[in-house]
């Protein structure tokens, strides 16, 4: 069943989990920063209020309201080391490395993520409906490699065939900003 749900960055950057609008509205307005519970632990998170979307109930996570005070990687980050991971501050851009491919006649972009989040395909699915807009409707693979550099990848299965041969260090890799 899907609900609507708001994004909630981790304290400091590396997941986003979900947390049912209707829990978030119960809190006060000045409550950005939440403990999300995460299996038997309540992790440091920050919410976006400013955009709500429809979630598998399955992702929802509890959370209650926390301050700032009590979690100081929350402190704004400088607006010269950006983190797509993390809520852009006002002025500051977000970046992501990406690589533009054209195989058999299909473009795509392969974008780079942490392999939890491209082994999880309901997270996975969500970041490249959020992606996909970006990168002017072009189809999004994602791409994460464990600690020896193998790549996994998430994306349409006929993609992921093609780019089977693709050796990683031979992509054109490049930093994308977001603002």
Known sequence: MAVWAYECKSCPAGSV??????????????????????GK???????DRTHAVEVESQLLREAVASDVDDC??????????????????????????????SLAGRRMMVVLA????????????????????????VDIVLMGQDDDGMPHYHGDAELLSLLAGVPVDRMPWKAYAFG
Do not use: H, T, Y
């Open 114 to 137: 942490r392999l939890d989040l491209v082994q999880n395909p309901g997270e996975a699915e969500m970041l490249i409906a959020d992606l996909r807009p970006r990168f002017g409707s």
């Open 41 to 47: 632990d309540w992790r440091c998170a920050v919410v």
């Open 17 to 38: 989990w979900w947390v049912a609008r209707s829990r978030i509205d119960e809190l006060q307005l000045a409550s950005n920063v939440l403990r999300v519970k995460v």
């Open 72 to 101: 100081p990687d929350c402190a704004p980050r400088p607006a010269d080391a950006p983190d797509v991971e993390s809520a852009p501050q006002a002025g500051a851009a977000a970046s992501l490395q990406a690589a533009a491919i």
